[in-house]
């Protein structure tokens, strides 16, 4: 079970929906979470898996849009009916579902997944449901599949709730993001870690994997 509600849905980023994508019109609130993006593309090109990526918890579609301008097959899911509206009305070429990180949706089932980005969207998943989704995730990729999870870090190797202001949201050290991951299938291929600054009051860390 994530955070978001029984039928997946998102009310806390509903409310908040259109002030969210005013607010950050560009998905990169730094040159390193770009580079981060172009680096994924090309391990996802370098990969040689075929498929779809998935943009899990994509938001207004921004990155969705990077990955697509980019040159790659790419759906975004996000599990806020506002969320899917603004990005399929900003990006209308594009796909958007309404989903969670569960990938329940029919409308997913017969799609290859070759990779999965998911940045800022498994904060807000329960921890305990955490390894669960990763290991879903697992049974749908091919060896070689690329994962890249974001999120807000802590300094020790703890996972800790902190006071987003939208929806409950957890900070992981990314030991224990890689470690989850290990345990479900895939391999820490790098990490970065951003300090925090002016704009954001944790460190955050991006984090890739291949699927052995
Ligand atoms: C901080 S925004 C990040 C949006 C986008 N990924 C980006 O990086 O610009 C978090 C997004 O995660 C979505 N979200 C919340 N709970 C989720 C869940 N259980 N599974 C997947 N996405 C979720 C929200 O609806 C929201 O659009």
Redesign the pocket.
């Known amino acids: 079970m ?3 509600d029984e039928d ?1 849905l ?1 009310p806390g ?1 509903d409310a908040l929906a259109e002030l ?1 994508a005013a607010t ?1 019109p560009s ?1 990169f609130s730094n040159t390193l979470q770009r580079h981060v993006i172009e680096a994924f593309v090309d391990h996802v090109r370098g990969s040689g898996v075929p498929g779809t990526v998935l ?6 579609g ?2 969705t849009a990077e990955l697509a301008a980019a040159g790659l097959d790419v759906i975004g ?4 009916t506002e ?1 899917v509206r603004i990005a399929r009305s900003s990006h209308p070429r594009l796909r958007f579902v309404l989903d ?3 990938l329940r949706s029919p409308e997913l089932d017969d799609i290859d997944i070759a990779a999965i980005v ?8 329960l921890p305990e449901s955490v390894p669960g989704i990763l290991h879903g995730w697992a049974t749908r990729m091919r060896p070689g599949g690329v994962v890249l999870i ?1 999120g807000q870090t802590t300094d020790a190797g703890e996972v800790v709730e902190f006071d987003h202001r ?2 409950p949201a957890w900070r992981w050290h990314p030991d224990r993001m890689a470690a989850a991951l290990a345990d479900a299938g895939f391999d820490e291929e790098w990490r970065t870690v951003k300090r925090a600054d002016d704009s954001h009051r944790f460190a955050e860390f991006h984090l890739l994997a291949i699927r052995r």
């Open positions: 994530s955070s978001a997946g998102q980023y969210y950050f998905p943009d899990v918890g994509c938001g207004p921004g990155v899911a996000d599990p806020s969320m969670d990180a569960r998911a940045r800022f969207s498994l904060i807000h998943v974001a939208v929806a």
